[in-house]
């Protein structure tokens, strides 16, 4: 049984930074890519950024230049480093790995930037 534990959510001012983290547990093949989605109310869950099995990198025009992915393979874990934060970055976060035979997902974590 796999499971996508998410963490560092919470309440920021504009222009701060939050840290999100989200590690898996249980074993996972065939592993494409790992990354983060968003979504605000209303709205449908769009990708903010991934991370392929080969390491490259892939962002919504909209975080490019301030948020960065990375991960730890030995720790199964994946990070988004979110700064220069914007009222407009408010969302529930959604972590995801996509393997060759489905998608996994976290069970979301609250970001919510205001002042």
């Known amino acids: 049984h796999v499971q996508l534990v998410e963490s560092g959510g919470g309440l920021v001012q504009p222009g701060g930074s939050l840290r999100l983290s989200c590690a898996a547990a249980?074993?996972?093949?065939?592993?494409?890519?790992m990354g983060w989605y968003r979504q605000a109310p209303g709205k449908q869950r769009d990708l903010v950024a991934r991370i392929t099995f080969g390491g490259s990198t892939d962002y919504a025009d909209s975080v490019k230049g301030r948020f960065t992915i990375s991960r730890d393979n030995a720790k199964n874990t994946v990070y988004l480093q979110m700064n220069s934060l914007k009222p407009e970055d408010t969302a529930v976060y959604y972590c995801?790995?996509?393997?060759?035979?489905?998608?996994?997902w976290g069970q979301g974590t609250q970001v919510t930037v205001s002042s």
């Open positions: 249980g074993t996972i093949f065939s592993v494409n890519s």
């Open positions: 995801n790995i996509n393997t060759r035979l489905r998608n996994y």
